[in-house]
């Protein structure tokens, strides 16, 4: 399974974009790529999945260079509430999900 | 609709005794999931199952741990002997079929004393 890197933690103000970027050196062709974001006391939460490119959904955008060996989550215009851990994951395509998280990025957001 | 349930939230248990936590996951769904997540770190995967086959379980720490899902439906871990390592949070979560995306529970907060 692919290992992830991402930065332990980011500061950011309201209103400000944030943009998270994750390395996965190591992806095999038939990985995706996964954000989860996870509040305290609560389960992780699905945020956006992607395979190349560029995904948007109404939360995030998920840039993925050519290579896929990164990926950057975008926050536009992040909120209090978005201050949460993210999780970059990468696997599935086939078989079952095994999630394999790493440490994930603990956000900040001030006002 | 409703979304995958934990019970109980929180469970204190002292040094020795068994415990039962239980998931109901989203009606439907086909597939199952265990993870262990420790104080600070991410989600680490236990075990599957598959409607009511438990299809993997290369992840629950020692044979102390139990899973089960006898009818394809709702599901129980459950730990005897508890040691005060076990103390965690218990995440379930569930999806329409294997490949897809995981909906996860609030989890169970399991303290040993």
């Known amino acids: 399974l692919a290992k992830t890197t991402q930065p332990i933690s980011m500061d950011s103000y309201e209103g400000q974009e944030v943009n998270i970027t994750c390395s996965h050196n190591n992806i095999a062709t038939n990985d995706y790529i996964t954000w989860y974001q996870q509040f305290p006391s609560q389960g992780p939460r699905f945020i956006i999945q992607g395979y190349k490119t560029k995904v948007t959904n109404e939360v995030a955008s998920l840039f993925i260079p050519a290579d896929r060996k990164s990926s950057t989550l975008s926050l536009p215009r992040v909120s209090l509430s978005d201050t949460a851990v993210y999780y970059c994951l990468v696997g599935g395509g086939w078989g079952f999900q095994k999630l394999v998280f790493g440490t994930g990025t603990r956000l900040l957001v001030s006002p | 609709g409703a979304g995958v349930s934990q019970s109980p939230r929180y469970k204190v248990a002292k040094r020795g005794q068994d415990v039962a936590l239980r998931c109901d996951p989203i009606?439907?769904?086909?597939?199952l999931f265990w993870y262990q997540q420790a104080l600070g770190q991410g989600p680490e995967f236990l075990t599957y199952?598959?409607?009511?086959?438990?299809?993997?379980k290369s992840g629950l720490p020692s044979d102390r741990f139990f899973a089960e899902r006898p009818e394809g439906s709702v599901s129980t871990l459950k730990i005897q002997r508890t040691q005060q390592e076990d103390s965690a949070v218990y995440l379930c979560a569930s999806s329409k079929k294997e490949t897809d995306t995981q909906y996860f529970g609030p989890g169970t907060r399991l303290t040993v004393l």
């Open positions: 009606s439907g769904h086909v597939s």
């Open positions: 199952f598959q409607n009511e086959a438990q299809l993997d």
